[in-house]
């Protein structure tokens, strides 16, 4: 598993917050803090910051396909009926 530093990745998602959404954070951040251990609280917290409001918002522009994809599909064959099935004719 890809190694994550808590303290950054919480710092820069605190950021994107607004006010009301601080404060409940902190609230929930106490009580998770308070009520389990290390290893629990690390995973708690590390699910946290990967879902909203936390997580960094998704930029649709590294989804869109280039003028060069655009370019290189045209260049394929065409799909033939029989392409999806891969010959099997199933």
């Known amino acids: ?3 994550v ?3 950054t990745v ?3 998602s605190w950021s994107r ?3 009301r959404q601080r404060q409940r954070f902190a609230e929930m ?7 389990l251990g290390g290893t629990e ?3 708690w917290l590390r699910r946290r910051v990967r879902t909203a409001p936390l997580a960094a918002p ?3 522009a590294a989804f869109a396909i280039s003028d060069d994809m655009v370019a290189m599909l ?3 064959p065409p799909l033939k009926p029989d392409d999806a099935d891969r010959g099997t004719g199933l």
């Open 1 to 3: 598993m890809r190694r």
């Open 5 to 7: 530093d808590l303290v």
């Open 10 to 12: 919480t710092l820069e």
């Open 17 to 19: 917050l607004d006010d």
């Open 29 to 35: 951040f106490l009580r998770a803090a308070l009520r």
């Open 41 to 43: 609280f690390r995973r």
């Open 58 to 60: 998704v930029n649709p």
């Open 74 to 76: 045209k260049q394929l």
